[in-house]
């Protein structure tokens, strides 16, 4: 089937900078001080923060496998079933089997992180694999949803692994760098996934009406996502100018703690939203002609 000129390069270019934007989160949050001290700091200042939500989230952590399991298992089933979708389900199955297998590779095998002056264990726990398994869950069944269906999968799933990785946090399980990783990789196995997935279906399927055709591909889910977003960026800038050594100002005990939050919400929406663009741009509009 063809698409339109510079899919496969805008794909392309799309998992570079998922393996790149991996790599630099490695870098500077694992092996400069810097980054080491605003992700440590967060990890610490969660225990102010888990109280009564630390109970809520380790429960959510608890059924988080079972969670997304089940919700992958049933919607691409679903989709097989209904439209003999089989060789999509068998790719984006074997992607998400592969985002998970990676990620407890690169614990593994990555250095553990190098003595700086800060005060962390020095095991390596990039990525998270909690979130790397919710991530690819929810990227398993946007991969098998109908163009039209896409925009709507796309922010709900975005938000279900958001907040599997705010839960780890919470939970100081992980440091927010670890989730960052876990969405750049599954990045990394779902956007080429997607691209054999839509190279090997038919014209019929990958055809939609565009943005507000349907519900489900409403602007809104794109829109709503870049100001979840925005908001999340203006309490990164907060929490940082708090912390920002100034006279007569009394240290926070959370400013990193919600910056980081923060920076998981930026990450994951930024993901959710291009992902989204990518994808809709690579459809075909229900009156174009066919190419």
Not at 185 to 195: R, S
Request: aromatic share 10%; charged share 10%.
């Amino acid at each position: 089937m063809r698409l339109a000129r510079g899919t496969g390069f805008l794909f392309a270019v799309a998992t570079l900078a998922c393996v790149t934007g991996l790599a630099a989160t490695y870098y500077y949050f694992v092996r400069t001080t810097t980054g080491q001290f605003i992700d440590e700091s967060a990890l610490v200042e969660a225990v102010a923060i888990h109280g009564p939500a630390g109970k809520v989230t380790t429960r959510f952590l608890d059924w988080l496998p079972t969670i997304s399991l089940v919700m992958a298992a049933v919607v691409v089933l679903l989709v097989t079933v209904i439209h003999r979708r089989w060789r999509a389900a068998g790719i984006a199955l074997l992607a998400c089997l592969g985002a998970n297998l990676a990620a407890q590779v690169l614990k593994a095998l990555l250095p553990a992180r190098p003595a700086l002056g800060v005060e962390t264990l020095e095991l390596n726990s990039l990525p998270s694999g909690h979130t790397t398994l919710a991530a690819s869950a929810a990227a398993a069944v946007f991969l098998m949803a109908s163009p039209r269906w896409r925009p709507l999968a796309g922010f709900v799933g975005g938000s279900f692994a958001i907040a599997s990785g705010m839960s780890t946090l919470v939970n100081q399980w992980h440091r927010p760098a670890d989730v960052v990783a876990a969405f750049l990789l599954v990045g990394c196995f779902m956007i080429p996934a997607g691209w054999l997935i839509i190279r090997s279906g038919s014209q019929e399927w990958n055809v939609w009406d565009g943005f507000n055709g349907h519900w489900a591909s409403a602007r809104l889910w794109i829109g709503l996502p870049v100001v979840l977003g925005l908001v999340s960026a203006a309490v990164a800038v907060y929490s940082l100018v708090r912390i920002a050594p100034l006279p007569g100002r009394e240290d926070s005990t959370t400013s990193y703690f919600w910056a980081g939050i923060s920076l998981i919400v930026i990450a994951g929406y930024l993901a959710t939203v291009a992902t989204t663009s990518l994808f809709a741009y690579a459809a075909r509009r229900r009156d174009a002609p066919r190419r």
